[in-house]
T-cell receptor
Framework: DAGITQSPRHKVTETGTPVTLRCHQT?????MYWYRQDPGHGLRLIHYSYGVKDTDKGEVSDGYSVSRSKTEDFLLTLESATSSQTSVYFC??????????????FGQGTRLTVV | GQQVMQIPQYQHVQEGEDFTTYCNSSTTLSNIQWYKQRPGGHPVFLIQLVKSGEVKKQKRLTFQFGEAKKNSSLHITATQTTDVGTYFC???????????FGAGTTVTVRA
């Protein structure tokens, strides 16, 4: 498996509290992604990064922010957690050098429960 | 924006039977990728198709990319219990490499 570590792996938090999830990679890959997975919705892109300090929104970015100050770390922050943000969060990385080489490698996931 | 749709959402298969899952994109894809996620696990890359009409095989799995590069299929022959899981297709769209995933096809196998 690619060197991707997500922390924490499990978290329970209260509504209205801030939460930060961390993704750390040792592969020096340029792209990093945050997805959430919910039954019936597959993997939905929250935010992604294509370099240090270069980030962009995905399809479900409302209520989330990200930061990437180093190549190896991509942080996802829920400013004020809501129950609708209860989900499994996956970090992924890729290092595309052409349209022939865009496959992603996923972390183990973080199960977040907002009560 | 780009949308990737998969059908069916669920596939219940008798062990030994064949089945096919389909992926359709609202836009032309530069490539199409397939991933498998075992229950409780994370998605794992299976294969990537790049060329129009391309067909690739991995043992009992056959992957095809449509001529217009807007659709793809995964065909599994002689299904085994090891095939249980959710299969996702994904493709980069637009002018960057961000990946959009379909909702997945969840496969269960009856022994």
């Amino acid at each position: 498996d690619a060197g991707i570590t997500q922390s924490p792996r499990h978290k329970v938090t209260e509504t209205g509290t801030p939460v930060t999830l961390r993704c750390h990679q040792t592969e020096n890959h340029r792209y990093m992604y945050w997805y959430r997975q919910d039954p019936g919705h597959g993997l939905r892109l929250i935010h992604y990064s294509y370099g240090v300090k270069d980030t962009d929104k995905g399809e479900v970015s409302d209520g989330y922010s990200v930061s990437r100050s180093k190549t190896e770390d991509f942080l996802l922050t829920l400013e004020s957690a809501t129950s609708s943000q209860t989900s499994v969060y996956f970090c992924a990385i890729s290092d595309p050098d052409s349209w022939k080489n865009t496959e992603a490698f996923f972390g183990q996931g973080t199960r977040l429960t907002v009560v | 924006g780009q949308q990737v749709m998969q059908i069916p959402q669920y596939q219940h298969v008798q062990e030994g039977e064949d089945f096919t899952t389909y992926c359709n994109s609202s836009t032309t894809l530069s490539n199409i990728q397939w991933y498998k996620q075992r229950p409780g696990g994370h998605p794992v890359f299976l294969i990537q198709l790049v060329k129009s009409g391309e067909v690739k095989k991995q043992k009992r799995l056959t992957f095809q990319f449509g001529e217009a590069k807007k659709n793809s299929s995964l065909h599994i022959t002689a299904t085994q219990t090891t095939d249980v899981g959710t299969y996702f297709c994904a493709g980069p769209g637009g002018d960057d490499y961000k990946l959009s995933f379909g909702a997945g096809t969840t496969v269960t196998v009856r022994a």
